[in-house]
């Protein structure tokens, strides 16, 4: 299941950008043997990242002094095996 929650913020000054994070190797987790398989491509350079992003705070949050705004629109994502149906 993927959840995506659109929170609703307000922009306030420029800061610089988060640092670019290499990709890991490898997946850790405990599964069987056979169950999954994840690989990486080839890391490609696609775009370049500008130097600064926006600092935000949440909008009209539920609680004066709340760190986190709440949650605008929600999408729920479902996901099954390909031989379970139902």
Request: charged share 20%; hydrophobic share 30%; aromatic share 6%.
């Given at each position: 299941?993927?959840?995506?929650?659109?929170?609703?913020?307000?922009?306030?000054?420029?800061r610089?950008?988060?640092?670019?994070?290499?990709?890991?190797?490898?997946?850790?987790?405990?599964r069987k043997a056979g169950e999954l398989r994840v690989v990486f491509g080839d890391?490609?350079?696609v775009?370049?990242?500008?130097?600064?992003?926006w600092s935000v705070k949440p909008?009209?949050?539920d609680v004066p002094g709340a760190k986190t705004a709440r949650t605008y629109v929600?999408?729920?994502f479902r996901y099954r095996s390909r031989g379970k149906h139902g």
């Open positions: 299941m993927i959840t995506l929650r659109i929170k609703q913020i307000d922009r306030m000054s420029g610089p950008a988060n640092t670019i994070q290499e990709i890991p190797q490898t997946i850790l987790g405990k890391e490609k350079q775009y370049e990242q500008y130097s600064t992003t909008h009209a949050p929600s999408f729920v």
